[in-house]
């Protein structure tokens, strides 16, 4: 069973989400999503300072079988992107919930309302048990 990290938030797209001090929330993909798509080779993400919309697409994530496009459960403004990904994709493959984060966005309006209608731990885990 794929890894499923407590304190986070999780889309039915898996993706997850994570809440920082300062308000801004981070954004990946699951264990399980990078087991499913296999080795990534290149991920393309938004410049910092794009405003993005909740459940647009936002860039895409290609490996050796398929590419994917990576979506944002919430709109706001993209405050930091993990520039590492441009040469080491494959971090998303080795730490998908540490190294491998893809973007840190400044969310419209109040954090927690936009958590609110995500999935927590639990929830993501019996969402793949079916």
Known sequence: ???VKAGLYYTKDHEWVEKLENGNLRLGITDFAQHQLGDIVFVELPEAG???EAEGSIGSIESVKTVSDLFCPVGGTIAAV????ETEPELVNGAPYGEGWMIEIEP???AEG???GLLTPEQYEAEQAD
């Open 108 to 110: 419209d309006g109040a």
């Open 1 to 3: 069973m794929s890894e």
């Open 82 to 85: 993990n520039g590492a990904l």
């Open 114 to 116: 936009l958590l609110a």
């Open 50 to 52: 794009a405003a993005v």
